[in-house]
């Protein structure tokens, strides 16, 4: 299998992974105005004019975590100085979450670093790409074995 092709399904695995985390976090009632497939489609709507809606959040939720960042994390975790996949899935994770934090949050309207949420989201968003990229490293790594 092609590293792209592993890339691709361990971005698909780690955002199952991470998209039912975040559907457990809401249906718990925990930090219930931060929903990011809700700042996926504010982001699309304001960029694009697509229509105001989740059915354009989760497709666009699951494009990215799977074809974009798995297929960036397969192209670049050779480059990535840290030892074990994890590792390498975790930094990856961070520089994700910096490039959501000044990019997407800004476009949709929350500020850079979610300054509009407060605190709390940015740390929480952190926390989620660190498990993605915890995910995603350790998924590769292993297909990388097969």
């Known amino acids: 299998m092609a ?12 955002t199952v992974v991470i998209s039912l985390l975040m559907l457990m976090r809401l249906s718990a009632g925990i930090m219930t105005e931060y929903h990011p497939v809700e700042i996926m489609n504010l982001t699309a709507h304001g960029l ?4 105001d809606s989740l059915l354009v959040g989760w ?7 799977t074809v974009i960042w ?3 994390f397969a192209l670049v975790e ?5 030892g074990g996949w994890v590792g ?7 520089v994700a979450w910096l490039i959501i934090m000044i990019t997407i949050f ?22 989620g790409h ?17």
Request: aromatic share 12%.
């Open 3 to 14: 590293d792209l092709g592993r890339g691709v399904i361990a971005g698909l695995i780690a």
């Open 48 to 51: 694009f004019g697509t229509a």
């Open 59 to 65: 497709p666009l939720h699951f494009l990215v975590g």
């Open 70 to 72: 798995g297929s960036l």
């Open 78 to 82: 050779r480059r990535i100085p840290v």
């Open 88 to 94: 390498r899935g975790i930094i990856f994770g961070a």
């Open 106 to 127: 800004p476009a949709a309207g929350s500020g850079f670093f979610a300054v509009g949420f407060g605190i709390a989201v940015p740390l929480m968003t952190l926390l």
């Open 130 to 146: 660190l498990a993605y990229g915890a995910v995603l490293g350790g998924v590769y790594g292993w297909l990388k074995q097969l």
